[in-house]
C-alpha cells in the first residue's frame, strides 16, 4: 500500500477528506496521511481509540512518535493526556490501550539513524520562547542532526516570511487557520512540503501547529 509515497510532491490532508478506516483491532480506526506498506508499514496516521479499546503488544522495530490530540492514551509508562508528545526508540514495545477513548497522531518507523532518545513531553506545562520574529513562538520537542521537532504558535496577524526548506517541513494544524501561498490549512490538517520547496505562511486570528523540519532529505 502506498498513500502520498512521493516525497517531491507536495501533500495535503484536510478534515473530512479521506475516512477512518478501521484497524486489525476492534475500536481503533485511523485515518491514514502517507504510508508504504501494509500493516507492518512506514506510516503517518491519525489514531482514534473508543473507550475501552486496546491494542495487542507490539515492538516499535524503527521507532515511534505521537501527540495525544485529545482523550488519553495508556501504556505500562503511564497515562499521557491531551499535549503529551512521546517518542518512543526502536528495540523498545508496549501494549497501549484508552480506558475513556483518544486520539493521537502518530508516526511509524521513521527514526533517523542514531537517534535512541526516549521523549516525554507535557506540551501543556512547556515554556514558548520567541522564534525568529515578534509573533512567532516556539516549544522545541526533540533534535537530531537536521531533524528539528517544536511546537509553533502564531499569534493573530503573524506573517512568517518566505523561506526554504533544503529537507522538508511536516505539519499539523492543532488549533486555528494557518494560510501559505498554496491554500487554507484548518484546525486538524496535514500538511508536507518537500525537500526544496519555499513559501510564506501567516495566521489571520492565530494558530498552533505541530511541525517537524530536516527529515525528509533521504527519502
Excluded at 143 to 167: D, F, I, K, N, Y
Aim: hydrophobic fraction near 35%; include cysteine.
Amino acid at each position: 500500500m502506498e498513500i502520498n509515497a512521493d516525497f517531491s510532491k507536495v501533500a495535503t490532508v484536510r478534515p473530512g477528506d479521506v475516512d477512518w478506516i478501521p484497524s486489525p483491532l476492534p475500536g481503533v480506526e485511523r485515518i491514514m496521511l502517507d504510508r508504504i506498506g501494509n500493516e507492518v508499514a512506514r506510516a503517518t496516521s491519525i489514531v482514534r481509540y473508543a473507550s475501552g479499546s486496546r491494542f495487542d503488544a507490539h515492538e516499535h522495530a524503527m521507532g515511534e512518535e505521537y501527540l495525544v490530540l485529545d482523550g488519553v492514551f495508556s501504556d505500562q509508562d503511564g497515562d499521557h493526556g491531551p499535549g503529551s508528545y512521546v517518542r518512543n526508540p526502536p528495540g523498545t514495545s508496549h501494549a497501549p490501550w484508552s480506558d475513556d477513548g483518544c486520539t493521537i497522531f502518530v508516526k511509524l518507523r521513521q527514526f533517523q539513524e542514531g537517534d535512541e532518545a526516549e521523549v516525554s513531553v507535557d506540551t501543556r506545562t512547556g515554556s514558548f520562547q520567541r522564534f525568529l520574529r515578534d509573533g512567532l513562538e516556539s516549544l522545541e520537542l526533540h533534535q537530531h542532526g537536521l531533524e528539528v521537532v517544536r511546537l509553533l504558535r502564531l499569534v493573530p496577524g503573524a506573517v512568517v516570511p518566505r523561506h526554504g526548506h533544503v529537507a522538508g517541513e511536516e505539519i499539523l494544524v492543532l488549533d486555528g487557520v494557518l494560510e501559505d501561498d498554496f491554500g487554507v490549512y484548518p484546525t486538524g490538517t496535514w500538511n508536507r512540503h518537500p525537500p526544496g520547496s519555499r513559501h510564506h505562511a501567516w495566521s489571520k486570528d492565530g494558530c498552533t501547529i505541530w511541525a517537524k523540519t530536516g527529515h525528509l532529505a533521504a527519502q
